[in-house]
Nanobody, 127 residues
Framework: QIHLVESGGGSVQAGGSLRLTCAVSGYNHGRYCKAWFRQRPGKEREGVAA???????DYVDSVKGRFTISQDSAKNTLYLQMNSLKPEDTAVYYC?????????????????????WGQGTQVTVSS
């Protein structure tokens, strides 16, 4: 069983930055693919950034160059650094983990392959 807890959301003005943190616990979670997803009001859940157990990363086009996903294995923590935030980044952000073998591109598009989810953290960007 994998347990994830997000923190770090909040309200920020456009152009600002936030760092989301996801505390991960559970057996062998270091072997899991992890990702950040978001759900904007009235929109479907969207993959934002993914990272494989070997450190490969990928991002949805709308956040490339602005967001960075990383993990600290020693601290059992997943991060999402978000810079140059835009109002359209406003959403509830979730971290998720999956033992399934997949590429980062697959991970971004296959949220239903992730059985473990955090509770979500709200990010609000005002113009």
């Amino acid at each position: 069983q994998i347990h994830l807890v997000e923190s770090g959301g909040g309200s920020v003005q456009a152009g600002g930055s936030l760092r989301l943190t996801c505390a991960v616990s559970g057996y062998n979670h270091g072997r899991y693919c992890k990702a950040w997803f978001r759900q904007r009001p009235g929109k479907e859940r969207e993959g934002v950034a993914a990272i494989t157990p070997f450190g490969g990363t990928d991002y949805v086009d709308s956040v490339k160059g602005r967001f960075t996903i990383s993990q600290d294995s020693a601290k059992n923590t997943l991060y999402l650094q978000m810079n140059s935030l835009k109002p359209e980044d406003t959403a509830v952000y979730y971290c998720a983990a999956s033992q399934a073998k997949m590429t980062t591109v697959q991970a971004l598009g296959l949220w239903f392959f992730f059985p473990y989810w955090g509770q979500g953290t709200q990010v609000t960007v005002s113009s």
